[in-house]
């Protein structure tokens, strides 16, 4: 099982990305997806997660910006940036809990200039 993102690039403050992430492999049940991020110096965060009953949650710093979709037919979750700030400039994974196994995508680097 592998996870891809793709998506990241450089941005200008208050321009919008769209990150992407798929999961193959031998796939049987897929629990969650959800997104982390880690700026240089600092640890990993929950960026977009998806708690019980299904809701999306995200992290206070990025709430009416940042929005999460799944798609359970493709194996994929997708993340909408809007109005990015310079302090969202991380590298972004992946995460998901696959076949009762967790795992991580290798990132996609997000930059925002100023």
């Known amino acids: 099982v592998q996870l891809q993102a793709s998506g990241g690039g450089l941005v200008q403050a208050g321009g919008s990305l769209r990150l992407s992430c798929v999961a193959s492999?031998?796939?049987?049940?897929?629990?969650?997806m959800d997104w982390y991020r880690q700026a240089p110096g600092k640890e990993r965060e929950l960026v977009a997660g998806?708690?019980?009953?299904?809701?999306?949650n995200y992290a206070d710093s990025v709430k009416g910006r940042f929005t999460m979709s799944r798609d359970n037919a493709k194996n994929t979750v997708d993340l909408q940036m809007s109005s990015l700030k310079p302090e969202d400039t991380a590298f972004y994974f992946c995460?998901?809990?696959?076949?009762?196994?967790?795992?991580w995508g290798k990132g996609t680097q997000v930059t925002v200039s100023s």
């Open positions: 998806v708690g019980s009953g299904g809701i999306s």
């Open positions: 995460h998901a809990k696959i076949n009762g196994l967790l795992y």
């Open positions: 492999g031998n796939i049987f049940y897929i629990a969650f």
